[in-house]
């Protein structure tokens, strides 16, 4: 129908590309939120904290947005990762709680965010529901590989992913595969650096995935360390490869703290 009408155009919104010819995708990502310390002109500019002050003056309409209260806007903004409805439901929260309250709150924001609007759909009245829903419907493949990635620096490349999630190297071309549906589902994060693809989880995600399928960080963070610095150590003799510069590239805590580990185990062996 559509190619017998060459004029027309249709809007539509998706948690996914249709896959379809002369398709046109815009990625609709969370709102950009303020830096820490932002001056409070900034502030009235952004959209996250502009949203959040919309709605937690519907909640308490007598609340004095001062300096100091938008600032802790802004804090509860970035804690949620700048996503419309955690800012919508943590700002309505302000009719019983003090912001102080819900930004302490919101370390377990799934457990804070429960409360939304009874008119809207099922899966948009909690958080816990609109990442339910979205966690649904992946196969057990895509849901595999979001697990795995829970423990991933924020900013790691595609490669990584390959190495760490993939049984052996005829899984690896899947693995990169799987990156590109979660991607194209809105559940991992990818953004161009100098020419590379890097990818990411909000925190929001990696806490529901800890909620969800009982990987409550610590243990499985230092776990990855290790197994990066058991890797890594060997090549400390010699010039990193393309690979493992790709790896561990980029100032992220985890990379940082698998190189001192592995330097570590390279000094032991050495004194060895």
């Not at 948690?15 to 969370?30: A, D, I, K, N, S």
């Not at 790691?156 to 992913?161: I, K």
Request: hydrophobic letters at 45%.
């Amino acid at each position: 129908a559509l190619g017998r009408q060459p004029s027309l155009r249709v809007l539509a919104t998706s948690r996914e590309p249709l896959g379809l010819p002369g398709e046109t995708r815009w990625t609709v990502e969370p709102l950009a939120v303020p830096d820490e310390g932002a001056p409070e002109v900034e502030l009235a500019a952004n959209d996250a904290a502009r949203l959040f002050v919309q709605r937690g003056g519907a909640a308490r309409p007598a609340v004095d947005f001062d300096s100091k209260a938008m600032q802790e806007a802004a804090e509860i903004c970035r804690r949620v990762d700048g996503i419309p409805l955690a800012i919508e439901l943590a700002a309505a929260l302000m009719g019983t709680m003090s912001l102080r309250e819900i930004r302490d709150g919101l370390a377990a924001r799934f457990e804070l965010l429960r409360e939304g609007y009874r008119t809207a759909p099922v899966r948009q009245q909690t958080l816990m529901g609109a990442f339910d829903w979205s966690y649904a419907l992946l196969d057990d493949r895509d849901k595999l590989l979001l697990q795995q990635l829970r423990p991933f620096p924020l900013d790691f490349r595609g490669r990584a992913a390959e190495i760490f999630c993939a049984a052996d190297q005829t899984d690896e071309p899947a693995i990169r595969r799987g990156l590109g549906r979660l991607v194209d589902r809105s559940l991992v994060q990818m953004h161009e650096r100098d020419g590379h693809a890097t990818y990411g989880l909000l925190s929001t995600i990696q806490q529901f995935i800890w909620e969800r399928t009982g990987w409550h960080g610590g243990f499985e963070d230092r776990a990855f360390v290790v197994q990066l610095a058991w890797h890594t150590e060997p090549r400390l003799r010699g010039t990193l490869d393309d690979m493992w510069s790709a790896l561990l590239d980029g100032p992220t805590d985890v990379s940082r703290a698998a190189l001192d580990l592995a330097y570590g185990l390279h000094d032991l062996e050495a004194g060895a």
